[in-house]
């Protein structure tokens, strides 16, 4: 600053723009060496982790691996890993992703925004998050200890064709009466866009420096994120054109591409598509590119940047963060959470050496097996000069000495075997918390279970899954929610149409939330394990709610007594959002002034009548209208339909008043009775009570417990 310009105010100094491109700076290409350095040393410290999970992949995809002691003739891998695995994936995604399909809760201050609640359950459907998204990472996570998510929004072009019926014209353009011909017209191109979500292999996901807590703790105190990326030329050439990486130095790697085998790195995908038999062709060549993300000084700030390194000093790119919301679009979650490290432990390292001993077991078991099935015969050979005439045939003559010939049969050590592999494999169950409710066909064993033992075990297993489940709620899903959320806000440009239930479809006013905003002004929380902790609530619920409506009004001077919400929310929760409207919803009609429907009906309109009508004082009001005359004949009806009304009402209150054996005054179950079953019809004399009768099916099994 020289001495004129000092003192004088000066100009906002310009930021750099999200686009431009910073690799052509010589002190930013400075920082993003040193951090490039510091993420490959982070993926060297990491490799025993990798070793580990590549191990656990080999048990899951029930591959025998080099760790193996025994090697016989039979080469079997027991599956115990595998349906493990799958049994946790299975019952972890029902219970995030509910039957009646609300997977969002919101909170903030205001309003709820149904729209914007609408919009994300819009991009679940769309995504395909069950099968495409969360299935995939329960088993990564059990597998490698870590959950791993990457968000993006793409856009994708099509042009589409359409039939068109076009009228027939003379040769000066003007229309005859004949009938339209019909001709094949093609639109512009169309644009579809959304976000897209990426589940990550841990092998190709670090965070530097190791100890840090968060990914918002590791850019503040220098590190950062790093990930390996395999681009073919083809994802090369597209990104060139879409301008996200630099021409000169994609045409620099495309020269240099080695196959995965020369790359010093093995593929997991290329290895996962193996172990489902898609064969890879072999020397396919692709870019090994580490996408890094960190904060570098960019003038006198530091900013969160992207760098698109492919090593050799090469850099593809180095941008500011794309994205509005300055945040990285990537979310991390250790499943099992360790004290002073951002990553955790596989649940399946703790099995995987009982997994070891299982197949070697298994295989000592099948090779005894095998011989035991063949017998030996000791002869004598001087005794037995033709030994080789001693063969297994049909009618075969032996030419020998019966006294000199014995036969000796071969250890059933298979059956030894077959018991210790069962006890490895419910050791296997126990530790990673495997009921047997959550296998197929080992529920109950040689006998069907009762209703105390199934509800035992239902309620196990519904507290030990959400406390598992909560912890990808938590860490993974509820971000996500808000991360898409920001990326629609920047990226989306039209109007979209969106499905929607319920309250949303009578509240459909989008609010709009600023970026800085989203997350203060509203929350948006994953709610597939509040429903089902709810539906385990709803007997309670229900209880409460019996108890509710028998408190006189006196009892609570000072508060009133609104029971709607309550019975909105468990019609939602057991029919869903699509049927419950149908079921439990407000009144369309609204209660109208008696004179202002004298004037109406002077008019010659129908006026309908509202439950919450004062039925005397209508009558009354519109009694003194028919004086004045009907020439309509619309009073004399509307007087009809409140006289009904009145007498209808009266009916219901005399009911009321009138309960039946066993019924509250109201009609329905005792004020505080709890639900339970049906009580049985009384049978014939001498008929067999149902609790002492042998199961369905299975006469040999014992009557049922008291």
Not at 230 to 242: F, I, L, P
Not at 451 to 471: N, P, Y
Not at 479 to 486: K, R
């Amino acid at each position: 600053m020289d001495e004129e310009t000092e003192g004088q105010e000066q100009p906002e100094r310009k930021k750099p723009d999200r686009d431009a491109e910073l690799s052509g700076r010589k002190k930013i290409v400075e920082q993003a060496l040193k951090v490039c350095e510091t993420a490959a040393k982070a993926f060297e410290g990491q490799s025993d982790r990798n070793e580990s999970a590549l191990d656990h992949w080999d048990a899951f995809n029930v591959t025998l691996s080099d760790r193996q002691f025994y090697h016989g003739t039979s080469e079997i891998c027991t599956p115990f890993v595998r349906d493990a695995v799958l049994a946790r994936q299975t019952r972890f995604s029902n219970q995030l992703f509910p039957e009646n399909q609300k997977h969002i809760e919101a909170f903030g201050s205001g309003d709820t925004p149904y729209a914007t609640i609408s919009l994300l359950e819009h991009y679940i459907h769309q995504l395909k998050l069950k099968n495409n998204v969360v299935d995939p990472l329960l088993i990564n996570g059990d597998l490698e200890g870590q959950y791993n998510l990457y968000i993006s929004w793409e856009e994708r072009t099509r042009h589409v064709t359409r039939r068109v019926k076009r009228p027939v014209e003379d040769e000066e353009g003007n229309e005859l009466p004949a009938e339209p011909i019909e001709d094949m017209e093609e639109e512009s191109e169309v644009v579809d866009s959304g976000p897209v979500i990426e589940v990550l292999s841990d092998s190709d996901v670090t965070i530097f420096p190791a100890t840090a807590q968060t990914i918002e703790q590791a850019l503040e105190i220098g590190g950062g994120v790093a990930i390996i990326r395999r681009w073919t030329k083809g994802e090369v050439e597209r990104r060139v054109a879409n301008k996200e990486i630099d021409e000169s130095a994609a045409e620099a790697i495309l020269d240099t591409m080695s196959s995965l085998e020369k790359t010093g790195r093995g593929d997991t995908a290329k290895a996962q598509g193996e172990a489902a038999g898609v064969k890879i062709k072999r020397g396919a060549k692709v870019a090994v590119v580490y996408e890094i993300w960190c904060k570098l000084k960019v003038g006198k700030d530091r900013r969160v940047c992207r760098i698109l390194y492919a090593g050799e000093k090469i850099f593809l790119s180095i941008k500011r963060n794309p994205y509005w919301c300055d945040k990285v679009p990537f979310i991390s979650c250790a499943i099992d959470k360790t004290s002073g490290v951002f990553k955790g432990k596989a649940p399946v390292a703790a099995v995987l050496d009982f997994h070891i001993l299982a197949n070697d077991t298994v295989n000592e078991g099948a090779d005894s097996g095998h011989f035991s099935l063949l017998p030996i015969i000791m002869t004598d050979p001087v005794k037995n000069p033709k030994v080789g005439s001693m063969v297994l045939a049909p009618a075969a003559i032996w030419e020998t000495d019966p006294q000199s010939t014995q036969f000796a049969k071969f250890p059933e050590m298979w059956k030894d075997a077959a018991e210790r592999v069962m006890e490895y494999r419910s050791q296997i169950f126990q530790t990673l918390g495997v009921n047997p409710s959550m296998i197929p066909g080992t529920t109950g064993k040689n006998r069907k279970m009762n209703q105390a033992e199934i509800a035992q075990e239902q309620q196990v297993d519904l507290l030990t899954t959400a406390d598992a489940v909560a912890v990808l709620e938590q860490g993974v899903l509820t971000p996500m929610l808000t991360l898409i959320l920001e990326l629609d806000h920047q990226f989306r440009k039209d109007s979209m149409l969106i499905r929607s239930f319920g309250p949303v479809g009578q509240k459909m006013i989008m609010q709009e939330l600023e970026p800085q905003e989203i997350d203060r002004k509203v929350e948006f929380r994953w709610y597939g394990v509040e429903a089902a902790k709810t539906a385990a609530k709803l007997q309670q619920q229900i209880a409460g709610v019996n108890v509710l409506r028998g408190i006189p009004p006196q009892a609570y001077p000072g508060y009133k007594m609104n029971l709607a919400p309550v019975i909105s929310q468990m019609v939602e929760n057991l029919f869903g959002p699509v049927l419950a409207p149908e079921v439990f919803s407000p009144e369309d009609l609204i209660s109208v002034d008696p004179h202002i429907e004298n004037e109406m009906m002077e008019h010659g309109f129908d006026t309908p009548i509202h439950p919450s009508d004062n039925d005397a004082q209508h009558l009354q009001v519109h009694m003194a209208a028919m004086q004045g005359g009907d020439p309509h004949g619309t009073v004399r009806k509307h007087i009809m339909l409140h006289q009904k009304a009145a007498q209808a009402k009266a009916e219901q209150q005399m009911r009321a008043s009138m309960p039946q054996q066993g019924q509250a005054p109201g009609g329905g179950p005792q004020m505080g009775g709890q639900p339970r079953p049906p009580q049985s019809q009384p049978g014939a004399p001498g008929q067999i009570h149902p609790d002492q009768m042998a199961s369905a099916g299975d006469p040999s099994a014992m009557p049922r417990k008291e």
